[in-house]
């Protein structure tokens, strides 16, 4: 049952949005932007009610699993706020293993409590504190986290078109047609979370224009995004640090910098490639490898999980130890899974059947890139290439379920949708040549 409040105020961000434009965005096509967010709230809401009446095994249904424990940990601010209070800001260890609600906390604590993957307490929290505002059902909750997916999505195509001299709308509209980032993140999940986050982040480096207001909105963005999903906040961090140095570096020369290197030192490339050498080597002399140790206990368990579910849609994915061979072995599997999934031979569900056009698109955006790469946008073709390579490593090293894989391919779009945008436009003006 979804109470009236939060039915009241779904009303009135629609009557908003009906009356008054949003910045860069074209008053005209309001419509439009009433229509994504419907889409949104009625996938969101599909999503619940798929986890609830067709799979009913809430034990192994994500929406359903936070959702749980947050009740758990609202009841505890019924009868003890400052108990409640403690524990959401991490101050205490009631939920922790031996904590007396540990019990009722099944998703609090990770099998591999690494703080780089234990991220489901970020959506726990949020879910909680919907709860203490009104929000007594899962249904409730799903339509906000439908609106922090669409708040986030809006930031990042007025980032994008901003950036690339493109059109908001149809960003907007060509983002929630991929699949992965439609589902996903309009249901109450975290990668409704990371959206929001990425939009905040995003838009504040980019959109305001006092620099410390920027700054501060940026790293607040980026810390909410941490507790969220870790390696995300790394990887936009350093999507912010290559675009800022690129940006330097291509305003220096501009303006008559004098120092001259050779025509083939690129510095976008070379200076991260030699620090991923020095960490090979510093790692391989001190045998100390905590990336390689992470990624390694990532895989052994959702593997160990995978087998003890029975996962339809698992492929192929050999273990690795915490060692740079080993890792490299599992690394080009990971970029097939990553890259190339689904092949013919997975099509065992209807997820799987769903990424194929996301397939698709991967190619179309390595065929943007190829575009993209003269429109002077040095900068951001860098910034979104080591962004986009490391999170297909990060997916691929440790991602043997194709479920799964689909799922965190997500937060990959909004950053490469000027090049799925320019691959479409030279595929439409070549047809319409044609025709």
Same mark, same amino acid.
């Given at each position: ?5 939060f #039915?009241?105020?779904?009303f009135?961000?629609?009557? *908003?949005?009906?009356?008054?434009p949003?910045p860069?965005?074209e008053q005209?096509k309001?419509?439009?932007i ?33 959702y ?15 108990e409640?209070?403690a524990?959401?800001? &991490? ?7 031996? &904590?007396?609600? !540990?019990? *009722?906390?099944?998703?609090?604590v990770h099998?591999?409590g ?10 726990? @929290? =949020? ?5 203490? +505002?009104?929000?007594n ?10 609106i922090?997916g ?6 990042? *195509?007025?980032?994008v078109?901003?950036?690339?001299? /493109? ?7 060509l983002?929630?047609a ?27 480096? !980019? /959109?305001i ?14 810390a #909410? ?13 350093? $999507? ?7 940006s ?10 004098? $120092?001259?290197?050779?025509?083939? $030192?690129?510095?976008?490339l ?9 960490y %090979? %080597?510093?790692s ?12 390694? =206990? ?15 849609s698992?492929?192929? #994915?050999?273990? $690795?130890?915490p060692d ?5 072995? =599992?690394?080009?599997?990971?970029? %097939?899974?990553?890259? !190339?999934?689904? #092949? ?8 799987t ?10 190619l179309?955006? &390595? ?7 003269n429109?002077?946008? @040095?900068?951001?073709?860098?910034a ?13 090293? =440790?991602?043997?379920? /194709? ?7 997500m937060?990959?779009?909004? +950053?490469? /949708? ?6 479409i ?7 319409? @040549?044609?025709?």
């Open positions: 049952m979804v109470s009236w409040p #039915l009241f105020g779904i009135a961000l629609f009557i *908003c949005l009906w009356k008054f949003l860069g965005f005209n309001k419509y439009i009433l229509f994504i967010l419907s889409l949104r709230i009625a996938v969101g809401l599909g999503t619940v009610a798929l986890y609830t009446y067709y799979y009913t095994d809430n034990s192994k249904a994500d929406v359903h699993r936070y749980n424990d947050a009740v758990n940990m609202a009841e505890v601010h019924a009868n003890a706020p400052d409640f209070w524990n959401w800001f &991490g101050l205490a260890t009631d939920f922790e293993y031996e &904590g007396r609600h !540990f019990d *009722c906390m099944l998703n609090w099998p591999y690494n703080r780089m993957y234990n991220d489901n307490r970020a959506v726990i @929290r =949020t879910h909680a504190i919907l709860r203490l +505002l009104g929000g059902s899962l249904w409730a909750h799903s339509l906000i986290f439908s922090f669409f708040v986030g999505s809006y930031l990042l *195509c007025r980032v078109g901003s950036r690339w001299n /493109l059109p908001p709308t149809g960003l907007l509209i983002l929630h991929i699949p992965a980032v439609l589902i996903w993140s309009s249901a109450p999940l975290k990668e409704a979370l990371v959206l929001l986050q990425m939009g905040l982040a995003l838009g504040s480096w !980019f /959109l224009k006092n620099r410390i207001w920027s700054f501060l909105g940026a790293a607040a963005a980026i #909410l995004l941490h507790f969220t999903k870790s390696y995300m906040a790394f990887l936009l961090l350093g $999507f912010i640090s290559v675009y800022s140095l690129s330097y570096w291509e305003s220096k020369k501009n303006n008559g910098f004098k $120092f001259k290197l050779p025509s083939y $030192f690129i510095p976008e070379v200076f991260p490639l030699l620090g991923i050498a020095f %090979v %080597v510093f391989s002399l001190t045998h100390w490898n905590p990336i390689l140790s992470m990624l390694s =206990t990532k895989l052994h368990h959702f593997l160990n999980l995978a087998a003890a579910e029975q996962a339809g698992q492929v192929y #994915l050999p273990p $690795f130890e740079w061979l080993p890792f490299l072995a =599992t690394l080009k599997w990971g970029f %097939v899974n990553a890259l !190339f999934r689904p #092949l013919p031979g997975d099509f065992h569900g209807i997820f059947w769903i990424m194929l056009p996301e397939s698709m698109a991967i179309l955006i &390595g065929f943007g890139l190829w575009l993209g790469k429109k002077g946008m @040095r900068a951001w073709f860098w979104s290439l080591w962004y986009g390579l490391a999170l297909l490593v990060l997916m691929g090293v =440790t991602t043997p379920v /194709l479920g799964s894989l689909f799922r965190y391919k937060p990959l779009w909004p +950053l490469f /949708l000027p090049y799925l945008w320019l691959s436009e030279w595929i439409g003006k070549n047809l319409k @040549r044609r025709f």
